[in-house]
């Protein structure tokens, strides 16, 4: 399919499927402000609340000849932003204003902490009646742990991931990215659309509660189910327990991952490395008895791929139909053609006038095509446009 065939019904009189939500954003650091990233991506209007001229997010390095942190930038675009000091009673009415007309409200403060401020979840239903509030937090709104602060390598930690990552003779290892943010901004935009789905059927609101913890282990592919139960994985560095040979193999150039999870494709690789006879030999034919000669297998193509280029294994695996890639950095994914054809890299104007090349939303849309409208705000910058917007109503309204 060309990418004008998937597009051929796309509307330009909206900026995406959520067009016309209101959602407000009291959020700080990467979890809650990815979470509403992904719902103003998709067309919601996204009121980002902070401080007056605040610098949250503002985290090194800059993106190089913008002045202007990455940080901030990623996860804040296609937003706006009204200064509000919410623990001052001005900012408090203001804000409680903006709930009146708002869809949802999405906060990461530590349980109990916008209570105290008089704008929680109690606080802005009795504004907004239907109000869907969702609430981020490293441990969730009730349990025993829930005045411990958490960070996102923290509850990398404590939820039993980071001891399965890294090499297995070596020390446990945090993911590379906010994976325990990631992950809970991602459940908590699907929650906030369930809730809201839920609210158009019923009218009814609610509170929505998502934890970094949970979202870690809901995400773990089943294996706290193994470890409650007797059977506590183990750390496999690049290889796996279920698929033989599974690994990064070095060639004399570089890198490439290969995974073979059925035997035809053992069978495959046999062939492609001049080992016909290993195709259905006892100790090779089937998986069960790779896992048992893990080892050897692994030795095999591992020879076979040293003595050749990325280039030239690559080309073996792809005639041979196997799953294999190079493993390439970052920087060569950037400049990859599949990347711009799918507009992960978009040229985005930022709030300085510069221009940055920010991260495209994953999602596309055939109908509601979306897209990066704008960079992110400076605090407080649509101040003066959502105030205005927020009418003062008559007690009782």
Same mark, same amino acid.
């Given at each position: ?218 995400? @773990? ?37 290969? @995974? ?138």
């Amino acid at each position: 399919m060309r990418r004008e065939e998937f597009y051929r019904e796309a509307r330009d009189d909206l900026d995406g499927p959520l067009h016309g939500l209101s959602v407000l954003d009291v959020t700080k650091v990467w979890s809650g402000p990815l979470a509403t990233s992904l719902l103003a991506d998709m067309g919601a209007d996204v009121i980002r609340v902070e401080l007056p001229y605040g610098r949250d997010g503002e985290v090194p390095p800059e993106i190089p000849g913008t002045g202007l942190s990455w940080f901030r930038e990623t996860v804040n675009r296609n937003k706006r932003s009204v200064g509000l000091d919410l623990r001052q009673p001005a900012g408090r009415e203001a804000f409680l204003r903006l709930v009146r007309d708002a869809d949802l409200v999405v906060e990461n403060y530590k349980p109990g902490t916008l209570d105290e401020w008089g704008v929680g979840y109690s606080d802005c239903r009795k504004v907004r009646p239907d109000i869907v509030f969702v609430s981020i937090t490293g441990w969730g709104q009730y349990g025993p742990d829930i005045d411990r602060p958490a960070y996102d390598p923290v509850v990398q930690a404590a939820s039993g991931w980071m001891a399965l990552n890294g090499d297995p003779a070596g020390r446990p290892v945090r993911a590379p990215t906010f994976l325990a943010d990631e992950l809970a901004g991602l459940h908590a935009a699907v929650g906030a659309l369930a809730a809201l789905a839920h609210r158009d059927r019923t009218g009814e609101g609610q509170h929505v509660d998502v934890a970094m913890l949970d979202s870690l282990l809901a995400s @773990s592919c089943g294996l706290l189910t193994l470890a409650a139960t007797g059977a506590p994985p183990v750390r496999w560095g690049n290889q796996t327990d279920f698929a033989v040979p599974s690994n990064v193999y070095p060639c004399l150039d570089g890198e490439v991952y290969l @995974s073979v999870a059925l035997d035809k494709h053992w069978r495959a690789l046999a062939e492609t490395m001049g080992r016909p006879e290993l195709a259905r030999a006892p100790g090779y034919g089937r998986g069960a008895q790779r896992r048992q000669n893990r080892v050897e297998v692994d030795a095999l193509v591992a020879q076979w791929c040293g003595s050749r280029t990325v280039d030239e294994v690559m080309a073996a695996f792809r005639a041979a139909h196997l799953v294999a890639e190079r493993v390439r950095t970052l920087s060569e994914v950037a400049a990859d053609p599949q990347v711009s054809a799918r507009d992960m890299l978009q040229p985005t104007v930022l709030h300085n006038g510069t221009v940055a090349p920010l991260t495209g939303p994953a999602v596309k849309f055939s109908r509601t095509p979306t897209r990066i409208r704008r960079g992110a705000p400076a605090a407080g910058a649509d101040s003066r446009d959502v105030l205005q917007e927020a009418v003062p109503q008559p007690d009782g309204a």
